[in-house]
C-alpha cells in the first residue's frame, strides 16, 4: 500500500525516471567485486532506475514492504527503530553504498525499519523481482552478490561489536575509526542515537578528544 504525499515508497514513485547518463550504474557497483559479462551488465542495467529523495523525507517506513533496493549515487541515509515514543538510530550508509530495509527486501515481508534520508539523495533502485530474474539469467550475478552480502555481515558484525563495547568513549572512538566519512556530516543527536548515549556524553566526548588532538599537535610543532 503506498502511504500519503511525502510518505516512504510514495516519493520513489513520484521521482521515479530512467537512468541517465551520469548515473551510478549496478553493472558498475556489481562489477567492482566481480566481472560480469556485458548481456549481464546491460540486462541489469535495463532493469534499473533513477529516482531522488529529499532531505528529511522517507524512503520506507516501517510496516512498508521494501521492493526495491538502491545504491547510493549522492546523499546520507540513516536506518530507524521505534521503541515507544523514541527513536533508536541503527545504522548509516552513503555515497556508492547499497540502501534498503535488508531483510525487508530479501523476504518481502514488512519491514521493522524507517529509512530517512539525512541530505538530498539521488539513487539507482532495482526491484526485487527483477533482481531475481537476472540471478538466473546471468549465473555471474550470484557471485557478485555473494561477495556484496559478506561486506554487508561484515558491517553487522561491526554494529554488533559496538553495541557490546561498554564505555561511551570506547564506542564513540569505534565509529571514528570505522565512520570517519560521516562524522562531519552527520547530526550529533543521529550519532548519539546510534552509540546508545545522551547528546550531552557525546557532546564532552567530542570535546574531550579535540581538545587532546590539539595539544598533540601543539607538541609536534
Given at each position: 500500500m503506498i502511504l500519503p504525499v511525502a510518505e516512504g515508497l510514495y516519493i520513489v514513485e513520484k521521482t521515479r525516471s530512467k537512468?541517465?547518463?551520469g548515473n551510478l550504474?549496478?553493472?558498475q557497483f556489481l562489477s567492482s567485486f566481480h566481472p560480469l559479462s556485458s548481456k549481464a551488465a546491460k540486462f541489469l542495467d535495463s532493469k534499473s532506475f533513477y529516482c531522488t529523495i529529499p532531505k528529511g523525507r522517507y524512503l520506507l517506513r516501517e510496516g512498508q514492504v521494501c521492493p526495491y533496493i538502491f545504491l547510493v549515487h549522492k546523499g546520507l541515509f540513516r536506518g530507524v527503530?521505534?521503541?515507544g515514543?523514541?527513536?533508536i538510530t541503527t545504522w548509516f550508509t552513503g555515497e556508492n553504498d547499497l540502501v534498503s530495509s535488508i531483510s525487508s527486501f530479501f523476504n518481502q515481508t514488512p519491514s521493522f525499519e524507517t529509512v530517512q534520508?539525512?541530505?538530498d539523495a539521488e539513487l539507482t533502485g532495482i526491484s526485487h523481482e527483477d533482481l531475481q530474474i537476472a540471478y538466473q539469467k546471468h549465473p555471474e550475478l550470484n557471485i557478485a552478490a555473494r561477495l556484496i552480502l559478506q561486506v554487508i555481515y561484515q558491517q553487522a558484525?561491526?554494529?554488533a561489536y559496538l553495541s557490546r563495547l561498554s564505555k561511551a568513549s570506547s564506542r564513540y572512538e569505534y565509529f571514528v575509526s570505522t565512520k570517519p566519512q560521516f562524522i562531519n556530516r552527520l547530526p550529533l543527536k543521529?550519532?548519539?542515537s546510534h552509540l546508545g548515549m545522551k547528546l550531552e556524553t557525546l557532546s564532552r566526548l567530542r570535546g574531550s578528544m579535540?581538545?587532546?588532538y590539539k595539544e598533540f599537535s601543539e607538541e609536534k610543532i
Open positions: 537512468l541517465k547518463e550504474l549496478p553493472s527503530i521505534s521503541e515514543k523514541n527513536e534520508a539525512l541530505e558484525e561491526q554494529r543521529y550519532i548519539a579535540n581538545r587532546a
